[in-house]
């Protein structure tokens, strides 16, 4: 028994699929003539390509789909927080009596010029929030579409190199064939006409006796 996790987390096991999914495409054209090989390997490698299209449209669109819902998170994430930092901001603006002290004494526009360098602070947070997010999304997408681009390359060489194999033997079993017949007329031995020679000296017994 294979245990692919401890070998390499499952990889291995992956790329045997692709193996075996591969041979089991072009060896349902076993049995065609050698006329038709292209054709029909032609047929196979569309089958292939086709569902190599649709795993990369799958894969990109549930990746479209995880993006969306990071997207959805932060930025619900950052409305709650600027809900919050907003209250507090208030909390903190000098207001009523307290309000017109301040600005008497002249703390109150210190506190404001405090309180919109903060929200500029905060701004450029969020700002730089979504650009690593944006980021690290470019990221995987350029990952994943290497990823496929490898994967598919490798079912390609294995498509060839099974190909090149079903070809030979298609080429090599047609004369084996005929060596084996040729082999066989080689070994088969002459009729015996031993019966054949005694019915014929019998006959010629026969017409001694007629002439006398």
């Known amino acids: 028994e294979i245990r692919w996790p401890e070998i390499d987390g499952g990889k291995s ?12 495409d072009i060896r349902l054209r076993d049995d065609n003539a050698n006329d038709n090989f292209k054709k029909e390997i032609g047929r196979a490698w569309d089958v292939i390509k086709r569902r190599q299209v649709k795993e990369a449209r799958e894969a990109a669109d549930r990746l479209k789909e995880a993006e969306r819902r990071e997207r959805d998170a932060l930025s619900k994430r950052q409305a709650q927080r600027a809900a919050e930092e907003h209250a507090a901001d208030e909390r903190r603006r000098p207001k009523g009596l307290r309000g017109m002290f301040l600005r008497i004494v002249g703390k109150k526009a210190k506190i404001e010029a405090e309180l919109a360098r903060a929200k500029r602070r905060r701004m450029d947070r969020d700002q730089h929030e979504w650009e690593k997010l944006e980021e690290r999304q470019s990221t995987q997408r350029q990952r994943q579409e290497t990823d496929l681009k490898r994967r598919f390359e490798q079912e390609k060489l294995l498509f060839r190199v099974e190909a090149k194999r079903i ?11 005929r060596s084996t017949d040729h082999a066989q007329g080689r070994d088969k031995s002459p009729p015996d006409q031993r019966e054949d020679d005694e019915e014929r000296a019998r006959g010629e017994g026969r017409g001694h006796n007629l002439g006398r």
């Open 13 to 24: 096991r992956v790329r045997h699929n692709q193996e075996i999914r591969t041979r089991n």
């Open 167 to 177: 070809h030979e033997q298609m080429q090599t079993e047609p004369t084996q064939g």
